[in-house]
């Protein structure tokens, strides 16, 4: 083939009727549930404040009393006065408004409304899990493996989740204003370390920083020459979509190659909004991976990942870890044990798109630990022979023969 012939095949699509994908607009619902909460809740804001991010943040609900006006019932048993120095709680509206449309002690609830459960704390639970104050050479830089940092821009987040590994961070920093110049000394860190070729900007929740701060970091790491790819953990997407705006966008798209990990927990976080700002990140070319926790009671069971999975990569997003819960104070009452985790990955592994499947990881202060349930049934060595005894998604046995 010529290169003119290759000219006209890539041009043919173009010419075609279908219409490409991107050009699919979700509309944004002004359904008559949504104004009617916003009616009772916000009676002062029009729908055009009830997007705009700033808004969300400035009246997201953080006291009880607040919490109780807006899902008052809907609940379930809130810590009525909590301890100094505990993790706060921040709700956005607009996931006071997506808890309000669930049903009574959905679990999400527990996920960021706090209960009386976080007050027990037992021996074997610790602050910083990961042990990443003592892996931060310089502050807001993490730096475990030898080829990435993890670079901590702020401790402000649009959402406390319970189960937080960064608690200890985030509990001390609720103001969202933090100055250019305390991300310096990780600038000079990264600068400093050519070994660091991929650089996670996480937090807190970097996507509350203003559109000016998110380019500034963005323009000073691809300006470092050894760094070739740019990470954002946010759960942003989740609890506060309409900041995935076609401006952010238009500033994170001259930054390439720049993936995103994005916080789920349940398929039900899934709403119109969402699955729009999902659709507008992939639109701007960033790769999109899901992060989820694996918490009791919440989301351990396989129905739960294989629909929330299944969800995801209809909106281009692929599922990329599945944790087991850090043990920070608090968190007993999350955790799911190992053998749960084999289970939900045997359960989607074989039976649904190999895309749905993540890894399953314990974080450790030694990094992640990537763990599988057992394919392998034996291991027999023979004089010449290898033989491996395999199980598949059935638990059909198959022998595999090495030659040796
Ligand atoms: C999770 C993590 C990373 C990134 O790990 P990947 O397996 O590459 O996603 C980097 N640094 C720290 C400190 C981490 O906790």
Excluded at 178 to 193: L, T
Excluded at 206 to 220: C, K, N
Excluded at 360 to 374: A, E, H, M, Q
Aim: with cysteine.
């Amino acid at each position: 083939m010529n290169s003119q012939n290759l000219q006209q095949s890539h041009n043919e699509p173009e010419s075609s009727d279908v219409p490409p994908a991107a050009e699919k607009e979700i509309p944004l619902p002004t359904n008559n549930r949504l104004n009617n909460f916003i009616n009772e809740n916000y009676s002062e804001a029009s729908i055009e404040e009830w997007n705009d991010w700033k808004w969300q943040i400035k009246n997201s609900i953080t006291k009880t009393d607040r919490l109780n006006a807006v899902l008052g019932n809907k609940k379930n048993d809130t810590i009525i006065n909590m301890p100094e120095n505990h993790l706060p709680f921040r709700i956005t509206p607009y996931f006071a408004y997506l808890l309000s449309t669930l049903e009574d002690n959905h679990p999400l609830y527990r996920t960021i409304i706090p209960t009386i459960n976080e007050l027990n704390h037992i021996k074997e639970e610790t602050e910083d899990p990961l042990n990443e104050i003592n892996m931060s050479p310089v502050p807001n830089i993490v730096h475990r493996y030898p080829d990435r940092a993890l670079f901590l821009v702020t401790g402000f987040c649009s959402a406390y989740c319970r189960y937080c590994t960064r608690s200890h961070m985030v509990s001390k920093r609720t103001s969202i204003t933090v100055s250019n110049s305390e991300w310096e000394s990780g600038f000079k860190y990264i600068e400093n370390n050519p070994n660091i070729r991929d650089v996670i900007v996480s937090g807190g929740d970097p996507l509350t920083l203003r559109d000016d701060q998110i380019e500034y970091i963005l323009y000073r790491l691809r300006n470092i020459k050894h760094v070739e790819m740019i990470r954002i953990g946010t759960k942003v997407p989740v609890v506060m979509p309409m900041r995935i705006t076609s401006n952010l966008m238009n500033i994170i798209k001259k930054y390439h190659p720049l993936y995103m990990s994005i916080h789920f927990t349940h398929p039900d976080e899934l709403s119109v909004e969402t699955q729009k700002a999902c659709n507008m990140l992939a639109d701007a070319g960033i790769p999109l991976g899901s992060q989820s926790v694996l918490l009791k009671g919440i989301n351990d069971d396989v129905e739960t990942f294989k629909e929330l999975y299944r969800n995801l990569l209809k909106i281009r997003v692929k599922p990329y870890y599945l944790y087991s819960c850090d043990k920070i104070p608090g968190s007993y009452h999350f955790q799911a044990t190992i053998d749960k985790g084999f289970e939900i990955i045997d359960g989607l592994r074989g039976h649904t798109s190999g895309y749905a499947c993540p890894q399953f990881v314990v974080d450790t202060s030694k990094g992640k630990i990537s763990l599988l349930p057992n394919f392998i049934k034996s291991i027999i060595e023979t004089d010449g022979h290898k033989t491996y005894l395999f199980r598949n998604y059935n638990n059909q046995e198959y022998e595999h023969i090495e030659v040796i």
